[in-house]
């Protein structure tokens, strides 16, 4: 246990005011994680799955109103609203705690208290931030024990050090004899709240038991409390995976990606090369936190410990190696489960069999057209399950970043890859990250829906601010030379007619190698109104048939198209008011400036 008094202090007020049957603080061992499994398979909020198939794996199907991310219940508690920025819904944090506080009171009336230590982040490696999450869900703390080093050995480590404390409350506490549903949460949605506290480093969560908003290390802790602790102290915490890349001479080198949601970050991190020589390693499929070490060289840990992957469309094909790390000692949530006990979704490469039980309990009517898994259906794996693990994915140094890659989804206008002039190019870029959206997917205009650095939903403070973060990182980097290199990069442009350019997928390696030959300085690139552009016979497209008569138009800069794209950048950096640092419009003028030479 403990002798840290702040925690037990802190344990012991909520215990007060949620009033749960009983106070159980996790150790983190395997008896007690099957003990919490057993007890779950028992009440029938879990299914066992079968144990050849899936050894020690286990799936839940939760509420159909608990099923992603609440993002219009998310808020970012500051006392100065600004401090949130225009991205951010804000409250005043007293008010959001006195409203909240009513919500609390009694909230774990028959159910159990559990205390989870957790360590973002390499046990004692000097990046990783310690957190203890009070939730009255063991769906949550078995997720937890996956998703991060968690239990006494966090303790241990803690000692009488200070923690950033994480209350998590499903919402639904039970009468004397009251039998509990198989996925407790609050049911209307203005009852649920995922409240964060930047300037006092705390997180309060209620009412829903799914993914980020009850998992309080991953989004809630890793991104947007460690976005503010980066800021305060000069280090980086961001939506990003982390890979490295091996070239046939042997070279490897690290790079970190930030994409929206729907762009592909963990098919990218786990990319098997179709072509012979290379290799890639994964490191993270997530978040990376960046410190520069004494060298002046940034390094990224993985925070994570496990993998929270959406699983429809998971499948052999696309993705082999998050489906071998999902083979064993995983948590599904929201798949279809199999009459033999296997899992199921809508992608993984085969027909559902007959009987398939789906995400609503019901046996799966094919005719019904509904789907058998929840499209955010997700496996919950551990990281070092995963075939293509990085070796020094745990190593509590880090591992030296030589580049970031940004990128959306963009049918026309932006190339298959360009590469920023320098450092407040590159943030000017990442300012600007954004898919295409159709009128008909938002039921608004269509245009490109911005998401810079893919962290909208993730930035703790003022975007505006996190713009200006991101240039004082360059300005103090202890050795400017050593700084990555910034590339945009862009899977998705498609032909007039409305055909993909480029193959994607595995593919996407010989993009990687322009990039990895650019860090090494192996090749020219063109210089272009908006960055450097290979030279197209740069790429290597050996093998792809077909592939040579697209590669003029995937690595075309149009003008024109780009003083169009201007028009909207405006309208995205005029949402930031004043809080957009000046550097980023003088980027934003030299561009105009070169696209009308
Ligand atoms: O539910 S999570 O926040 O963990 C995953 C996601 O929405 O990106
Ligand atoms: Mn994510």
């Not at 290390?217 to 280090?235: D, Q, T, V």
């Not at 042997?250 to 994409?259: D, L, Q, R, S, T």
């Not at 190696?321 to 599904?332: E, G, P, R, V």
């Not at 893919?454 to 991101?470: K, S, T």
Request: charge should be negative; include cysteine.
């Amino acid at each position: 246990m403990t002798k840290n008094q702040k925690l037990l202090d802190w344990v012991n007020e909520w215990a007060a005011i949620c009033q749960p049957d009983n106070v159980h603080w996790c150790n983190g061992s395997d008896e007690e994680n099957q003990q919490l499994l057993d007890e779950m398979i028992k009440s029938g909020a879990a299914v066992k799955l079968d144990e050849k198939k899936r050894p020690g794996c286990v799936a839940f199907n939760s509420d159909p109103s608990d099923v992603a991310r609440v993002e219009n219940r998310t808020f970012i508690c500051t006392s100065k609203e600004e401090d949130a920025g225009p991205t951010n819904n804000w409250m005043s944090p007293d008010k959001m705690k006195a409203e909240m506080l009513e919500s609390y009171k009694g909230c774990m009336k028959g159910r159990t208290m559990y205390i989870i230590p957790f360590s973002m982040g390499p046990l004692g490696s000097n990046i990783s931030k310690i957190g203890i999450e009070i939730t009255d869900s063991p769906y949550v703390v078995v997720n937890m024990r996956i998703m991060t080093r968690m239990g006494q050995k966090v303790l241990d480590i803690l000692g009488d050090g200070d923690f950033i404390p994480c209350l998590h409350s499903v919402g639904a506490p039970l009468e004397a004899g009251q039998k509990d549903v198989r996925w407790p949460c609050a049911s209307n949605i203005d009852d649920k709240y995922i409240s964060h506290f930047p300037e006092t480093n705390e997180i309060w969560s209620f009412g829903s038991g799914y993914g980020g908003n009850a998992l309080l290390g991953k989004k809630c802790l890793a991104l947007r409390i460690a976005s503010n602790m980066a800021r305060r102290e000069g280090w980086l915490a961001e939506h990003m995976l982390i890979m490295g890349i091996t070239n046939p001479q042997g070279v490897k080198k690290y790079i970190a990606a930030a994409f929206p949601s729907a762009c592909g970050k963990t098919n990218l991190a786990m990319l098997i090369p179709p072509i012979p020589g290379w290799k890639v390693e994964t490191v993270g499929d997530d978040i990376a936190w960046m410190k520069f070490d004494e060298e002046g060289v940034l390094r990224a840990i993985n925070p994570e410990a496990g993998f929270f992957g959406v699983a429809p469309f998971t499948s052999m094909e696309t993705n082999p190696n998050a489906l071998h790390s999902a083979d064993k000692n995983s948590i599904f949530t929201n798949v279809g489960v199999t009459p033999d006990g296997d899992v199921w979704w809508e992608g993984i490469g085969h027909d559902c069999p007959e009987g398939t039980i789906d995400w609503k309990n019901k046996v799966h009517d094919p005719a019904s057209g509904q789907t058998v898994a929840h499209p955010n259906a997700r496996f919950t794996s551990p990281a070092d399950q995963c075939p293509a693990i990085d070796p020094a994915w745990e190593d509590p140094a880090g591992v030296p970043i030589s580049a970031f890659l940004f990128g959306g989804r963009r049918p026309s206008t932006v190339p298959l890859v360009y590469q920023a002039f320098d450092w407040n190019h590159g943030v000017f870029m990442g300012s600007i990250v954004g898919s295409e959206v159709t009128a008909a997917a938002i039921g608004l205009k269509a245009g490109v829906r911005r998401d810079p650095f893919a962290m909208l939903p993730f930035c703790g403070y003022n975007m505006g601010d996190y713009f200006g973060h991101w240039i004082s990182i360059g300005e103090n980097a202890p050795d400017k030379s050593k700084l990555p290199l910034i590339f945009n990069v862009n899977w998705f442009r498609k032909s007039e007619d409305g055909k993909w350019l480029w193959p994607g997928y595995g593919e996407n390696i010989r993009v990687l190698g322009w990039i990895l030959d650019r860090v090494l300085g192996n090749v020219d690139a063109t210089e272009t109104p908006i960055g450097y552009v290979p030279k197209k016979e740069d790429i290597n497209i050996d093998g792809l048939e077909g592939q040579e008569k697209y590669m003029d138009e995937l690595v075309e800069v149009d003008n024109k198209l780009w003083l169009e794209e201007c028009e909207l950048i405006a309208e995205h950096q005029e949402k930031f008011g004043d809080a957009l640092p000046k550097q980023m419009k003088d980027q934003f003028e030299a561009l105009k400036a070169r696209l009308k030479k």
